[in-house]
């Protein structure tokens, strides 16, 4: 993806997020120059890959098959490992109208995917196979606001703003916003983006840049710069 683009798309988003009132950490407005000056003190920030991050899951077509996200929060394997500290997650995304997270499934990660405002999310469930692929005869069970529910194989469900549903390890899923753009949150166990997405077809998850002007912001796979 062109920075040039990145930079508009993080632009937009900071102006959707705010049109809620939803307030990002102070990090969230760091530029580059402000990164480098706070390098020591934002180890923690750096290690746990927070703030923002933007995929085309390698398609070239955001606007189609794409999301913004903004990591808050993040706890680490180590934590999960011994059960104390950070075991936890948060993020807040942007899945615009009819634009694709693609079929993909956590072995370590449970989510509540949250509406947190503006159009309502479909959200596309199958079973993952043991083994991989997709199970097409067995029901989906989940819970949305813990209320279960069973959905047909390929069934798509619709999450209004204020509702959620709770996706856990083998629940395949792929979402959208429909009839407009939507403010989803993730509230889940701790994140590896690195290690624990399985995509039904192969994505990359982090974009090539082709740094055409400056960065307005940086995004999580340009830490490594610093
Ligand atoms: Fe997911």
């Not at 750096?46 to 999301?67: K, M, Q, S």
């Not at 703003?161 to 993730?186: A, M, Q, R």
Request: hydrophobic share 35%.
């Amino acid at each position: 993806m062109k920075r040039s683009e990145l930079n508009e798309i993080i632009r937009e988003g900071e102006k959707f997020i705010a049109s809620f009132g939803f307030k990002l950490p102070e990090f969230a407005h760091w530029s580059e120059a402000d990164w480098r000056k706070n390098k020591h003190r934002a180890g923690e920030a750096l290690r746990a890959r927070l703030g923002w991050d933007i995929t085309d899951f390698g398609r070239g077509e955001f606007e189609n098959t794409g999301l913004l996200l903004f990591t808050i929060r993040n706890g680490s394997a180590d934590n999960l490992k011994s059960g104390r500290g950070m075991v936890y997650a948060e993020k807040i995304m942007i899945s615009r109208r009819d634009q694709v997270t693609p079929m993909h499934t956590h072995a370590v990660k449970t989510e509540d995917i949250i509406v947190r405002g503006g159009a309502p999310l479909e959200v596309q469930l199958y079973n993952a196979k043991l083994g991989g692929g997709v199970d097409e005869s067995k029901p989906v069970v989940v819970r949305m606001d813990g209320v279960e529910y069973e959905v047909k194989p390929g069934g798509v469900v619709q999450i209004q703003p204020g509702g959620s549903i709770t996706l856990e390890p083998g629940h395949l899923h792929s979402f959208w916003g429909t009839g407009g753009d939507c403010l989803v949150g993730e509230v889940s166990t701790v994140n590896d983006d690195e290690t624990d997405n399985y995509f039904l077809d192969m994505v990359s998850r982090f974009p090539d840049v082709e740094e055409d002007e400056p960065p307005y912001r940086l995004i999580v796979p340009d830490y490594a710069r610093l």
